[in-house]
């Protein structure tokens, strides 16, 4: 293959995941926290040898519980080598298409996407090679909507009338898998552990490959329910045939990771993320990701 050029070298540099769910409530930012944790924990890197960024947020701050989570992988207790960012934020608790309407805070496709190359141009002049490692955490599922704006005006967009409460007419929003396409960043799936979420997390799966994504992993959070979603995924992923078959299929038990059921709330998580087997199964999982993007990398450079 011919070598590529200076700016997709530059992107070479920087690991960058998208993390998606399956749906909402799956327990993304817990996965996500944890693959940050497994990252500072393995000691990679200097100042800033993980990074966080969510694009959108609506009501909350999966920010600070990141933060949080991840703060007992520094050294004595003091803050990690973490650097988080959230670059929309509305103070509604609903899907952002909503919420940006509700605050009359719009954003844009062309916005985030500004924002998040921004963020990504920055920590690569920050970072060395194979320094550090991001996670670029989505909203909802993946076809969840993103923000709605009237900038939002090109065929593809949903666009929508007044709306209940006066809302203003005609802001489009893509999904979440629309929206950071052209990004052309790999992406891991957190699937669903519920009954029922082996074909919602099919279903994610084929969303993400017809967009053309490279799905490089997928975790699943049990819930303890005894369904082993993780179990059908991995025969799923292992059958042969004429479909184009994504990076996590080729090693089904190294790509495909099974997490052990969140404790049941009010309850702190910081025992789970704690767990000898927690710990040891996203260690894997991290280091797998981080094979899959080196491999790519030499392919791209060859």
């Not at 998606?20 to 393995?42: E, I, P, Q, S, W």
């Not at 209940?164 to 802001?171: A, R």
């Not at 309850?267 to 996203?282: S, T």
Request: charged share 25%; with cysteine; net charge negative.
């Amino acid at each position: 293959m011919p070598a590529v050029g200076a700016s997709a070298t530059r992107r070479l540099l920087l690991r960058t995941h998208l993390v998606f769910g399956a749906n909402t409530d799956v327990g993304k930012t817990v996965a996500t926290a944890g693959l940050l944790r497994a990252r500072l924990l393995a000691g990679g890197g200097g100042a800033g040898a993980a990074r966080y960024v969510k694009p959108l947020q609506c009501g909350g701050s999966d920010e600070a519980s990141v933060r949080g989570w991840c703060r007992p992988a520094g050294d004595g207790g003091e803050s990690p080598p973490l650097r988080l960012r959230t670059l929309f934020r509305w103070e509604t608790a609903a899907s952002p298409h909503l919420a940006a309407r509700h605050e009359r805070a719009p954003a844009s496709d062309r916005e985030v996407l500004e924002a998040i190359r921004g963020e990504l141009a920055s920590a690569e002049e920050e970072e060395e090679r194979g320094s550090a490692a991001v996670f670029v955490e989505t909203a909802g599922g993946v076809l969840s909507p993103s923000s709605a704006s009237p900038e939002n005006n090109a065929e593809g967009h949903a666009r929508g009338g007044e709306g209940d409460g006066g809302g203003p007419p005609s802001w489009g929003w893509s999904t979440q898998a629309d929206l950071y396409r052209n990004l052309s960043l790999p992406a891991v799936l957190v699937g669903d552990g519920k009954l029922g979420g082996i074909s919602c997390t099919l279903a994610a799966l084929e969303a993400l490959g017809v967009r053309g994504y490279n799905v490089q992993g997928v975790g699943v959070v049990d819930d303890g329910g005894g369904y082993d979603n993780t179990g059908a995924l991995r025969e799923y992923a292992g059958r042969r045939g004429g479909r184009k078959r994504q990076a996590f299929e080729r090693d089904p038990e190294a790509s495909i990771v099974s997490l052990p059921p969140l404790p049941p709330e009010p309850e702190p998580l910081d025992g789970w993320f704690a767990d000898v087997e927690v710990e040891e199964k996203l260690g894997a999982f991290e280091r797998r990701l981080e094979t899959i993007w080196e491999e790519k990398a030499v392919q791209l450079a060859g």
